[in-house]
């Protein structure tokens, strides 16, 4: 069945960093590009990064750049996000969600269920 | 960058009713449009992708037209079930935006 498990929310306060962690399964994980989504309370769908089934491109929403990072362990099936200098509007349900192509992909078929990351002191 | 505007904001309508659901891009964009379906506490679900193919496991009700800059999602006959946000979304390059969504409530 295939999956995707969030893990490593939690309350930070600002400036501080967390890391989340994606686990995946039934499907090859290291075929496809993966990409974080969040959705902060009460409001829409914001894309934050996306990486390239190998690793070897990253891309990153200006809200975000300079400040998160995204990464993969492919031996893991495991997708990555560090997030550092986190802000109060960081605060949102962070999803991964992967797409049908190596590079970039153009639709998210496979979402997890996301982790609450709140930012506030 | 490419913004998608979703209307209307809010559609009340009753079981069996049509919903037309919109989504109008800012510029000339490919057909590569997808479309979501989000309940209350849960992930975003893919329904439509390349603006009219039904993902797998979609009812039928669910269709997807259109061409840049405007698009439609319909629900042909709505079930109670159906209550929820949908969402449209356009991958641009090396960026993905989505649009701001309208919830669909059920009278």
């Known amino acids: 069945q295939l999956q995707l498990v969030e893990s490593g929310g939690g309350v930070v306060q600002p400036g501080r960093s967390l890391r989340l962690s994606c686990a995946a399964s039934?499907?090859?994980?290291?075929?496809?590009?993966m990409h974080w989504v969040r959705q902060a309370p009460g409001k829409g769908l914001e894309w934050v990064t996306a990486i390239s089934y190998d690793g070897s491109d990253k891309y990153y929403a200006d809200s975000v750049k300079g400040r998160f990072t995204i990464s993969r362990d492919n031996s893991k099936n495991t997708l990555y996000l560090q997030m550092s200098s986190l802000r109060a509007d960081d605060t949102a349900v962070y999803y991964c969600a992967s797409v049908t192509n190596k590079w970039f992909g153009d639709f998210f078929d496979i979402w997890g269920q996301g982790t609450v990351v709140t930012v506030s002191s | 960058e490419i913004v998608l505007t979703q209307s209307p904001a809010t559609l009340s309508l009753s079981p069996g009713e049509r919903a037309t659901l919109s989504c109008r891009a800012s510029q000339s964009v490919s057909s590569y449009l997808a479309w979501y379906q989000q309940k209350p506490g849960q992930a975003p679900r893919l329904l439509i992708f390349?603006?009219?193919n039904r993902a797998t496991g979609i009812p039928a009700r669910f269709s997807g037209s259109g061409s840049g800059p405007d698009f439609t999602l319909t629900i042909s006959s709505l079930e109670p079930e159906d209550c929820a946000v949908y969402y449209c979304q356009q991958r641009s390059k090396w960026s993905v935006t989505f649009g701001g969504g309208t919830k669909v409530e059920i009278k």
């Open positions: 390349d603006a009219s």
């Open positions: 039934g499907f090859t994980f290291s075929s496809f590009a």
